[in-house]
Nanobody
């Protein structure tokens, strides 16, 4: 059974930090390129960050570059997103995914991040 379980979201002040986690099961995590997406109310999902299977290649959306860091622990089949210097416009539901699960239109429940004073 394929599972993508996001966690670590919450309510934070502007300028604060959060670390999101994505626990993966049901496919070979270490062979999979991974992604973080986010979706704000009324908006389409947008790609925030991506990382290749070994973790030696990373890319970020311009809006988060320099503030967010994507990483992975292949031994734990877990993907991470460290978010620093958070802004209100970062408020969204954050989803992880892989190339393979995107291809079958599978999405987990996401984790809510709210940045507010």
């Amino acid at each position: 059974q394929v599972q993508l379980v996001e966690s670590g979201g919450g309510l934070v002040r502007p300028g604060g930090s959060l670390r999101l986690s994505c626990a993966v099961s049901g496919f070979t995590f270490s062979a999979s390129d991974m992604y973080w997406y986010r979706q704000a109310p009324g908006k389409e999902r947008e790609l925030v960050a991506e990382i290749n299977n070994t973790g030696n290649y990373r890319r970020y959306a311009d809006s988060v570059k320099g503030r967010f860091t994507i990483s992975r622990d292949n031994a734990k089949s877990t993907l991470y997103l460290q978010m620093n210097s958070l802004r209100p416009e970062d408020t969204a539901v954050y989803f992880c995914n892989s190339d393979w699960t995107i291809s079958i239109d599978y999405w987990g429940q996401g984790t809510q991040v709210t940045v507010s004073s």
